[in-house]
């Protein structure tokens, strides 16, 4: 078959879109937006990387900054946001055995996100507005530096990612506890202890005292109790940044309509804490819990085993989400009028308590996949422990920035940039959810053949050196005094800035491979059939044998 | 006494090679795992709470190493209770650094040796950042400046040396060259910052 032929029809035959459910269609349409979105945060990423080595003359300062502020919006909202939603859509209905709540606010929540990650996009490209992620007081509110029209663009852009997010959380939520037609009401009680994890405590508690288990056969599985208590932080870090944005929201719309405020009415420092609550549940919370369960899941999906220590890991999870709440002054250690006891509590001593909750993850996914020994190296496995080894690294990496002695000088510098989160990022993250989209690829695809697994090769090994070459010389130059969010215009720290890049291009050549692998493989035809109406009328996951021919 | 420099080669060293420990381990643990040859052994439930009570050891264990071995932390705790020799008092506004009422300049700043100093800075509208660097750019200090709040960093130079200022933190593209050259000098020390003399960049 041609080269042509196989791009427009895919790999022997390609997707068959007719064959889809709705449930399969909108879970693809998030995870393929995700994927593209992924795409566009790569190639800005490049665009900053060029101009950390010698300043590009057609990015001038409001254009770089603005770049830097859209690049995790588009990277964390666009993009991972929508793959680990399109994923849970399917995985929660799939994991509990009965059908997703609402495709219809499923196919709402993806496109609200899409939408919304585009307009926050281009209040940036557009209008260069450029407070940054960390939208510190007043920044945003700067209307001497942006346009406020820009700005408006930008927080009308994010409200509707939280908005979308909302849609998820209910989705969520909702699939969990609601009972199907035709059966027997499901009892909440028991749903939400065990979603909540609370029987795994319980039963260590009754094994302690020797009484027999509290609950043998757990309501909920252990993913989808990584999945409900990671939403718990999700909806809490929508709330935060929604407040934010009605906040600055408030202040655009006054200085558009001429009654210009005073921003000194807002405390910056207590404006920063409430911000950093919020934020930090996503980086400190629904991250790692959503992880650790997407690391169980994976262990049991590719062993066929159960998880080593199902308690513990239970137990795990409802700390992490504690652990999670109380963590967010580690972003404050260079601010000085931050209580030092906040910094002491929160920002170093509960902070630690990361390695010790995304310590047992890693010990109990690594425990579970070398108890079934011998196992193939296959796509999801390889990625598997690529992801554990980017939170391996880049776990440590935050808790050494979390501390008052090194923080002082690490603190915005290359430092929290590179080792810490661009490594849990692409690295972690990243690579756990290619894992996950390696092990659903035959589900949602109703079977469709990969076009070449040299291409799938090239991936791993291109994004997980690129990822992690990029971190190292980033933390090297972050040694030498390096600051993010800084421009430097003498070549200081050049060399370091041409190792990163070309470890930076292998990232992003490593996800041009993969989407033409993919593209290949479904063919355009099947990938743009995604996004219309499903030909199946059901609400089951998968079709029907019969469906399927 | 311990350094920045001191700090960060220690950190090098130590980061390096649990990097490369990590990276070995999840090697040899991928070869393992697709080995047909030996079966798994059991992991028992104590070598897990052993492994766990490593990482709590760990965690805790770093803060108080530093505590322990970084001069600063201690100074930073104490600092309300340490009366300075001198206190130099900055303002920012419109991205700006303004002291004694002009904006700051080369050899605008010089600080005693192995003295407490204190520098306090007042942010009139945006969050900047405060941080002094050698003439190699690596960092000595840095602090937030926030509007509306108490910005206040301790500090005891034991070595001498001519040092730039720059803001540490983003205020807008405006901002972005908040740099300026060899405020600070120290003098009166036994011991020169080899890495910090004017003139050398290295």
Redesign the interface.
């Known amino acids: 078959m041609s080269f042509f032929n196989t791009l427009i029809n895919g790999n022997e035959g390609g997707l068959k879109e007719e064959t889809l459910t709705p449930t399969q269609k909108v879970t693809l349409r998030a995870v393929i937006v995700g994927i593209l979105y992924y795409g566009l945060s790569a190639f800005e990423g490049m665009m900053m990387r060029a101009h950390a080595i010698s300043p590009l003359p057609m990015l001038d300062d409001s254009h770089y900054f603005s770049v830097m502020t859209v690049h995790p919006i588009v990277g964390i909202f666009g993009s991972t946001y929508l793959v680990v939603f399109g994923a849970f859509t399917f995985l929660v209905p799939y994991l509990m055995k009965k059908p997703l709540y609402s495709i219809k606010l499923a196919n709402y929540t993806w496109g609200f996100i899409a939408i919304g990650a585009l307009l926050a996009w281009l209040g940036g490209f557009i209008w260069h507005y450029a407070p940054l992620y960390t939208l510190y007081w007043p920044l945003p509110v700067d209307f001497s530096q942006y346009d406020a029209v820009g700005g408006l663009v930008f927080i009308v852009g994010v409200a509707l990612v939280m908005v979308g997010t909302l849609g998820f959380i209910y989705n969520i939520f909702a699939t969990v506890f609601y009972t199907e037609d035709g059966h027997e009401k499901r009892p909440v009680k028991p749903l939400l202890i065990s979603a909540l994890g609370i029987d795994g405590m319980l039963n260590i508690l009754y094994k302690m005292t020797g009484r027999e288990p509290y609950s043998k056969e757990p309501a909920v599985s252990l993913p989808v109790v990584a999945i409900f208590r990671g939403t718990i932080d999700t909806f809490l870090d929508a709330l935060v940044i929604l407040t934010c944005g009605i906040l600055i929201l408030v202040y655009i719309i006054g200085d558009l309509s001429g009654a210009t405020m005073d921003y000194t009415s807002v405390n910056a420092l207590l404006y920063k804490n409430f911000f950093w609550w919020g934020l930090d549940l996503i980086a400190d919370g629904l991250v790692l819990i959503y992880i650790a369960g997407s690391w169980y899941l994976l262990a049991m999906l590719i062993t066929g085993k159960k998880l080593f220590m199902q308690n513990i890991a239970r137990a795990a999870l409802l700390l992490e989400l504690i652990v999670s709440w109380a963590v967010w002054s580690h972003h404050l250690l260079a601010d000085q009028g931050q209580p030092n006891m906040m910094k002491l509590v929160s920002g170093e001593m509960v902070t630690a308590f990361e390695l010790v909750t995304q310590g047992i993850a890693i010990f109990i996914t690594l425990v579970t996949l070398w108890s079934a020994k011998p196992l193939k190296m296959s796509n999801e496995l390889k990625f598997l422990l690529g992801g554990i080894l980017g939170f391996m690294l880049a776990v440590p990496a935050g808790i050494i920035q979390a501390d008052m002695g090194l923080n002082r000088i690490l603190h915005n510098t290359q430092w929290v940039a590179g080792p810490h989160f661009h490594v849990a990022i692409l690295v972690g993250l990243t690579m756990t959810l290619y894992s996950a989209i390696y092990i659903l690829w035959p589900t949602l695809t109703n079977g469709v053949k990969l076009y070449s697994q040299k291409m799938a090769n090239y991936h791993f090994w291109a994004h997980l050196i690129g990822g992690i070459g990029m971190g190292a010389f980033m933390g090297m130059a972050a040694m030498d005094g390096m600051l993010r969010r800084t421009l430097y215009m003498e070549g200081e720290y050049q060399t370091y800035m041409i190792l990163a890049g070309i470890c930076g291009f292998l990232l992003l050549s490593a996800w041009v491979v993969f989407l033409v692998n993919v593209l290949m493989s479904v063919g355009v035809k099947g990938l743009l059939g995604v996004f219309s109406k499903s030909k199946i009328d059901t609400k089951d996951l998968v079709p029907s044998q019969e469906e399927n021919k | 006494m311990t350094d ?1 420099v001191d ?2 080669n220690a ?2 060293i130590v ?1 390096t090679i ?2 490369l420990s ?2 070995s381990l ?1 090697g040899w ?2 070869l ?5 040859k ?1 079966k ?4 028992k ?1 104590s070598t ?1 709470y052993a ?2 009570g490593i ?2 050891t ?3 264990a ?2 108080i190493v ?2 322990n ?2 001069p ?2 201690e100074i ?2 104490k600092r309300d209770s340490i009366q300075p020799a001198e206190v130099y008092k900055i303002e920012m506004k419109d991205h700006r650094y303004i002291f004694n009422g002009q904006d700051i300049k080369a050899g605008d700043i010089h600080i005693p040796c192995n003295e407490y100093v204190l520098f306090e800075v007042d942010s009139k ?3 900047y ?1 405060f ?1 002094i ?2 003439q ?9 400046v ?8 301790m500090w005891k130079f034991h070595k001498n040396g001519v040092y730039h200022l ?9 901002g ?2 908040m740099y300026i050259k060899d405020v600070f000098e120290v003098s009166g020390c036994n011991e020169d910052d080899k890495y910090s003399q004017k003139g050398a960049d290295k």
């Open positions: 920045s700090v960060l950190l090098k980061y649990y990097t990590v990276i999840i643990f991928a393992g795992l697709v080995n047909p030996g798994p052994r059991i992991v439930p897990f492994y766990v990482l709590i760990v965690g805790v770093i803060h530093t505590f071995k970084i600063w932390v930073d705790f509208d945006l969050t950042g941080g660097f050698r190699n750019n690596s960092m000595v200090l840095q602090m937030q926030v509007p509306g709040n108490k910005n206040d960093l720059r803001s540490t933190e983003y205020s807008g593209p405006a972005a060259h």
